[in-house]
C-alpha cells in the first residue's frame, strides 16, 4: 500500500521507532483504560487520563417554579426535545442548527452551547451521543485514507491541499495509515507552511493535523481517535509562550470546560516537540525576534506551573520556568531567522531523528 511519497531511509525513524514500543508497552500495561464516569465541576486530575470531574461537587437546581431559573429550564425542555427528535430519526445537527431554529428563543448561540454541554453532563453521554455535531474547522495532511459513515472515501494527501476534520468523527470507518508519528500544529499559517515546504512528503509516512489555535471538540476526537486506532507518537508544534502550552495541555489533559468528558478527548502520550523555550537559547534567535512577556502572559504561566499535572514533567516545568525567567516568547515563525525554510528542513527532522521532544 503507498498512500504518500516515500521519504528518509529507516534508520531515519529509529528514535520513533522505540518510543512507540515504549508507548505500546505502557498502553499494555492498562494505562489507557477508561476512568469511571463522574459528575459536573470542579474538575481533578488523573496522570492517565487528564481532567476528570470529581466524584462529590456542588450541583444547581433548575426549577420550573422559580423566577431565576423557569427560562432556563424552558430553553432545556426545548433542546432536550429536538435531541428527542434527532435520535428518534437517526439524523444530525450542529449547534449552530439548533440555534437557528429558535434563535428568537434562544437570543444567542452561547446559551445553546452551555445548555448542550449541560445535558451531556447530566445525561453522562458524550454530545455526538445526542446526536448533536460541532462544526470542524481543523485540518488533516497525510498518510491516512478513511471511510466516512456515508460511504465517501478520504484519502488525505502530503499535497498543499489539506483534508479538513469531519463532523462526524465517530462515523470514521476503516481507517489505514502507514504512519510513523502525528504531528499536531498549533497554527494554520505554520501547518500550511510545512505543507508548501513539502514537509509531509519528505518526512512521509507521517500525519499532520491542526485545529487552527484552541482545538475544536471535533479535531481533539479525531486526534484521540487516531491515537487508539493506532498507537503512533503525537507530538505537538507550539509557540513558545504561554497560550501555545496551553494549547499542548488541552491535547493531553484537557480543559476544565470539557473535563467531564475528558476520557474521550485527551491522549496523555503527547509529547512536546517545540518550539521549546531551551530552543531559544540552544540556536541564538536574536533578542529582536522575541516578544515581552505581557501581564496577561505572565499570570497564565504562573496558572499553568500550578496545575497537578506540571508535577509529572519536570521538563516541562523547566522549560516553563526558563520562559518565565527569560520574561520574552517566541512565536514558531522566529525560526525564520535562521533561514526561510529552517523549521522544515533542518528543526524538525532533526528534532525526529535524535529524539528532541520532552
Keep these: 500500500m503507498a498512500l504518500a511519497p516515500m521519504g528518509p531511509e529507516a534508520s531515519f525513524f529509529d528514535a520513533l521507532d522505540r518510543h512507540r514500543a515504549s508507548l505500546l508497552a505502557m498502553v499494555k500495561k492498562g494505562a489507557g483504560e477508561t476512568p469511571a464516569r463522574a459528575t459536573r465541576v470542579p474538575s481533578r486530575f ?15 437546581k433548575i426549577k420550573s417554579d422559580s423566577l431565576r431559573s423557569v427560562r432556563k429550564f424552558a430553553l ?11 435520535i428518534q430519526s437517526n439524523t444530525y445537527a450542529t449547534k449552530r442548527d439548533i440555534y437557528y431554529t429558535e434563535s428568537q428563543l434562544f437570543r444567542n448561540q452561547a446559551a445553546v452551547d452551555s445548555i448542550i454541554d449541560d445535558i451531556s453532563c447530566m445525561l453522562k453521554v458524550p454530545r455526538r451521543s445526542l446526536h448533536v455535531l460541532s462544526t470542524s474547522k481543523g485540518l488533516i495532511a497525510g498518510n491516512l485514507r ?17 483534508t479538513a476534520v469531519p463532523s462526524n468523527i465517530q462515523g470514521m470507518q476503516n481507517l489505514v495509515t502507514d504512519a510513523k508519528f502525528l504531528l499536531i500544529v498549533e497554527k494554520d499559517a505554520t501547518f500550511q507552511r510545512l505543507l508548501d515546504d513539502n514537509f509531509c512528503s519528505r518526512m512521509s509516512p507521517c500525519i499532520m493535523v491542526t485545529g487552527k489555535g484552541i482545538p475544536d471538540l471535533n479535531t481533539r476526537l479525531l486526534v484521540k ?6 498507537h503512533i507518537p503525537v507530538f505537538t508544534l507550539v ?9 499542548m495541555c488541552i491535547y493531553k489533559y484537557g480543559s476544565m470546560s470539557m473535563s467531564f468528558e475528558a476520557h474521550n478527548l485527551t491522549v496523555p502520550a503527547i509529547r512536546w516537540l517545540g518550539l521549546l523555550p531551551s530552543d531559544i537559547k540552544r540556536l541564538n534567535i536574536p533578542k529582536d525576534s522575541l516578544i515581552p512577556l505581557t501581564r496577561r502572559d505572565q499570570m497564565k504561566l504562573d ?19 526558563m ?30 531523528r535524535f529524539g528532541g521532544w520532552i
Design 46 to 60: 488523573e496522570d492517565a487520563f487528564g481532567l476528570q470531574m470529581r466524584p462529590q461537587c456542588t450541583t444547581r
Design 76 to 86: 432545556i425542555l426545548k433542546i432536550l426535545s429536538m435531541i428527542y427528535k434527532l
Design 146 to 162: 478513511y471511510v466516512e459513515e456515508d460511504g465517501t472515501q478520504v484519502q488525505c494527501m502530503c499535497s498543499a491541499t489539506a
Design 225 to 230: 481517535k487516531l491515537w487508539d486506532t493506532f
Design 239 to 247: 509557540d513558545a509562550d504561554p497560550y501555545g502550552i496551553e494549547i
Design 303 to 321: 496558572s499553568i506551573l500550578r496545575r497537578p499535572y506540571i508535577t509529572y514533567h519536570p521538563f516541562w516545568k523547566k522549560e516553563m520556568e
Design 323 to 352: 520562559l518565565a525567567d527569560s520574561k520574552t516568547k517566541a512565536e514558531i515563525q522566529a525560526l525564520t531567522f535562521l533561514s526561510s525554510d529552517y523549521l522544515s528542513r533542518v528543526y524538525l527532522p532533526n528534532k525526529l
